[in-house]
Nanobody, 123 residues
């Protein structure tokens, strides 16, 4: 069982940056790949980034070059650094964990989810 708690969301202006954090409560953090997704009203959940225990990362096309995922295995925490934010980045951002492999981009293959954190980017 894994509990995930996101933090760091908020209201920013276009062009600014935010860093999201996700703390995992589990004794077996190393077996999980961690991912970030987002969902805007009326939209499907969108894959943003994923990272394995060995720091191998995968990115969705819409955020490649602007967002960076990282994890601190000693702190059981994964981060999402978001730069050059745009109004279309406005959404609820979710952290998720999967034991089903590395570089998993489908939300359906993630076992555990956080409650989400709101990110709003004003123009």
């Amino acid at each position: 069982q894994v509990q995930l708690v996101e933090s760091g969301g908020g209201l920013v202006q276009a062009g600014e940056s935010l860093r999201l954090s996700c703390a995992a409560s589990t004794r077996t953090f190393s077996v999980y790949s961690l991912g970030w997704f987002r969902q805007a009203p009326g939209e499907e959940r969108e894959f943003l980034a994923a990272i394995s225990w060995t720091q191998r990362s995968t990115y969705g096309n819409s955020v490649k070059g602007r967002f960076t995922i990282s994890r601190d295995n000693a702190k059981n925490t994964v981060y999402l650094q978001m730069n050059s934010l745009k109004p279309e980045d406005t959404a609820i951002y979710y952290c998720a964990a999967t034991s089903l492999g590395v570089g998993v981009t489908s939300y359906q293959r993630y076992n555990y989810w956080g409650q989400g954190t709101q990110v709003t980017v004003s123009s």
